[in-house]
Antibody, heavy 123, light 108 residues
Framework: EVQLVESGGDLVQPGGSLRLSCAASGFSFDSHWMSWVRQAPVKGLEWVANIKQDGSERNYVDSVKGRFTISRDNTEESLYLEMTSLRVDDTAVYYC????????????????WGQGTLVTVSS | EVVLTQSPATLALSPGERATLSCRAS??????LSWFQQKPGQAPRLLIY???SRATGIPARFSGSGSGTDFTLTINSLEPEDFAVYYCQQRGEWPLYTFGRGTKLEIK
């Protein structure tokens, strides 16, 4: 069974930093791109970042470029999101999701999501 | 950046009726469109990928259509559990993604 479990969400002051983690199991982690998606309170979904299977390519939504860093550890089967210079509008539930894999069809982008972890940026 | 515009923002229907949700892209994305369902307090669930293919375990009453810039999600004979928020997502600019702002399907 595919499982994605996020952790690390917390209350942090504006300008602060936080590191989110996502522990993956039940699938070939190193065969998939992985993504972070966030959802502000009572708002829609926003794709935040993704990372290639070997970590050699990373992409970000414009609003987090230069502040957030996505990374992964394939030996630990874990995904991370390092967030710095946090702003009030970064407040959201952050989800990790399985992205594109080598065998399209056998797995699909965003066919599995974690339960989310809440990040609150407030003074 | 591809912008996805979903309409209507809210749709009020009764169980047993048919729901038609629209998603329009600001530029052609071929068939690289997915639909997700989200219920309160839950993560999104993939319903449709590549505009018209149902994901594993998704009931046949859910169907998707369209290509280029105009896409539709149709839910035939609404069940009580179908009332939720629906989002479209494009991967026409992969590896970048964008989501629409969602359509809330509520009970009339």
């Amino acid at each position: 069974e595919v499982q994605l479990v996020e952790s690390g969400g917390d209350l942090v002051q504006p300008g602060g930093s936080l590191r989110l983690s996502c522990a993956a199991s039940g699938f070939s982690f190193d065969s998939h791109w992985m993504s972070w998606v966030r959802q502000a309170p009572v708002k829609g979904l926003e794709w935040v970042a993704n990372i290639k299977q070997d970590g050699s390519e990373r992409n970000y939504v414009d609003s987090v470029k230069g502040r957030f860093t996505i990374s992964r550890d394939n030996t630990e089967e874990s995904l991370y999101l390092e967030m710095t210079s946090l702003r009030v509008d970064d407040t959201a539930v952050y989800y990790c999701a399985r992205d594109l894999g080598y065998n399209y069809g056998a797995s699909l982008p965003f066919d599995h999501w974690g339960q989310g972890t809440l990040v609150t940026v407030s003074s | 950046e591809v912008v996805l515009t979903q309409s209507p923002a809210t749709l009020a229907l009764s169980p047993g009726e048919r729901a038609t949700l629209s998603c329009r892209a600001s530029q052609s994305i071929a068939s690289y469109l997915s639909w997700f369902q989200q219920k309160p307090g839950q993560a999104p669930r993939l319903l449709i990928y590549d505009a018209s293919s149902r994901a594993t375990g998704i009931p046949a009453r859910f169907s998707g259509s369209g290509s280029g810039t105009d896409f539709t999600l149709t839910i035939n004979s609404l069940e009580p559990e179908d009332f939720a928020v629906y989002y479209c997502q494009q991967r026409g600019e992969w590896p970048l993604y964008t989501f629409g702002r969602g359509t809330k399907l509520e009970i009339k």
